[in-house]
């Protein structure tokens, strides 16, 4: 067994990998790495195959998405860390190094983040999990260094290792024994938010998620699904209220989804107000693919779920009605982050 495996999810990825797959074999000494390829139609296989012989290929027979497709090239790779990448990440000198030390000395610490920054603007957080992520008591995910439309710049505001609620799966780090325990991400969700799913049921089972500021990577972001398209808010919509379901508390379950989808009803008006009439449809086709769904979501809660999932109540409220634009704004100073 190795001790890491990298693991890129690919699907007609080719000029992805060939401008950041160098530095994932400069920088991961020690590590066998794969790419997981989704059926491509594009020549990614081959050019991998050519071009870096080292890397090991596990190859998908369909385009499964992210959580389907990890789920199923998992089960080939045989390692006691999963370190599963976007394959519009370019990796630093040493990455893997502080990951794999607190992974040693911590063993309750089952998931971990590192510094996720912009590729295209590097001294700036990237959209998709800044420096660690929560959510607030209606399933809205932001992140220290990403609360919606605002990022910060990386100024060491953050470089504090903490406890997180979710890690992002731009660049997500696994116990195999973990993932293997919690059967992995929920095929149902394709893509979006089954990191946060996967990471709640970790919470849920006594697992500690982490971030890690001395592991450092950049993300190009929006590489395969654009932040615009309404598939994407589809996935999101959808899946948040499907993660909601499943692992919420059941005291106030029924109110707390209620209240998120008038929440949703708002963000579909807004839409609308703003010409983006596709975005509003893509609500309510989740709304009603949530409906016909929820009943078999609810049939797969545990018995234990925590109580204290969120750190503030409504972070919408806080940063469009309070106009708090930052993480430690909105967050009290990081007072209430495990340390």
Request: glycine share 6%; proline share 2%; hydrophobic share 40%.
């Amino acid at each position: 067994m190795d001790k890491i495996a990298v693991v890129i999810l690919n699907w007609n990825g080719v000029k992805l990998l060939e401008q950041f797959l160098p530095s994932v074999l400069q920088y991961s000494e020690g590590a066998s790495i794969y790419v997981a390829d989704n059926a491509s139609t594009d020549n990614s296989v081959e050019f991998v195959k050519q071009n870096f012989p080292t890397v090991k290929i596990v190859q998908n027979t369909g385009n499964y998405g992210f959580a389907k497709g990890y789920n199923e090239a998992l089960k080939h790779i045989d390692a006691e860390i999963y370190a599963l990448v976007n394959s519009d990440i370019e990796v630093t000198k040493n990455w893997l190094k502080p990951i794999i030390e607190t992974f040693d000395t911590e063993k309750r610490t089952a998931v971990i983040q590192p510094k996720i920054l912009d590729f295209k603007n590097k001294e700036y957080f990237e959209y998709a999990g800044g420096a660690g992520g929560f959510i607030d008591k209606y399933g809205f995910p932001y992140c220290r260094g990403r609360i919606f439309d605002t990022v910060e710049k990386d100024e060491g505001q953050y470089d504090n290792n903490c406890e997180l609620f979710w890690a992002s799966g731009a660049c997500f780090f696994i116990r195999k024994e973990v993932f293997d325990y919690l059967e992995g991400f929920d095929e149902a969700f394709f893509a979006h938010q089954e990191e946060i799913d996967l990471c709640w049921r970790a919470l849920n089972d006594g697992f500690i998620v982490k971030y890690n500021s001395q592991s450092v990577v950049y993300h190009v972001g929006g590489a395969t699904l654009q932040q615009g398209n309404p598939k994407k808010t589809y996935l999101n919509f959808r899946n948040s209220l499907l993660m909601m379901v499943k692992n919420l508390p059941e005291k106030g379950l029924f109110f707390v989804v209620f209240f998120r989808m008038v929440l949703d009803g708002i963000a579909g008006i807004r839409f609308l107000a703003q010409g983006k009439v596709k975005h509003t449809f893509a609500i309510l086709k989740a709304h009603f693919s949530f409906y016909s769904l929820s009943l078999k979501y609810y049939k797969k809660r545990k018995e234990f779920q925590i109580q204290q999932y969120y750190t503030v109540k409504s972070v919408v409220y806080l940063y469009y009605i309070k106009k708090l634009r930052v993480f430690k704004e909105i967050f009290n100073s990081n007072q209430n982050i495990k340390k």
